[in-house]
């Protein structure tokens, strides 16, 4: 195996670096806008969405942290705050004491409800419709060509 690095070359490194500053800015636009027009933040609105495309409107603490990727304990301290504000609740897990349920509120549902439309606005001014057709089948082509690679990489836990 060598030990020399690939360097990137310089249509590679301008893939790169154009999104490496493209996901900066859209990150930071959309929270912008999340927050300004709905008071939730990504974080809050990971978690309601999330929550609320779930049966029941409700998950397992562990299954929700695992599939957002986040820590137990990342997750509970957002939660901490979360339910601080009447948007989530949490309750023991039937059968098992020491897991613990995740349930959208009334208040929790009717913030995803009430962000939502404004996010998707936002998401489609400041990308998807700059996107041609075949601009987006290729994005959704690659980033999910990128996300299988990676999920195969990170641990579950």
């Known amino acids: 195996m ?3 690095p690939r360097w990137l070359d310089e ?3 301008r893939a790169w670096i154009g999104y490496r500053r493209m996901r900066l800015l859209l990150d ?6 999340l927050m300004s027009q709905s008071g939730l933040s990504e974080p809050d609105y990971d978690v309601l969405s999330n ?3 779930a049966e029941g409107r409700k998950k397992r603490l562990s299954e929700l942290a ?5 820590s137990k304990s990342r997750l509970s301290h957002h939660l ?3 339910e601080q504000r009447g948007l989530v609740e949490r309750h023991e897990c039937p059968g098992d004491a020491r897991g613990s349920m995740v349930v959208l509120t009334d208040e929790g549902w ?3 409800v009430e962000a939502a439309p404004g996010h998707v606005a936002s998401v489609r001014r400041h990308m998807i419709d700059l996107l041609t057709d075949d601009e987006l089948d290729a994005l959704a ?11 195969g990489q990170l641990p579950t836990s």
């Open 80 to 82: 901490a705050r979360m």
């Open 141 to 151: 082509d690659l980033s999910h060509r990128i996300v299988e690679h990676l999920s």
């Open 51 to 53: 929550l609320s495309e």
């Open 2 to 4: 060598s030990t020399t």
């Open 110 to 112: 009717e913030a995803i």
């Open 11 to 13: 249509r590679e490194m």
């Open 66 to 70: 695992a599939h957002m990727r986040w």
């Open 28 to 33: 930071l636009q959309l929270q912008r806008d």
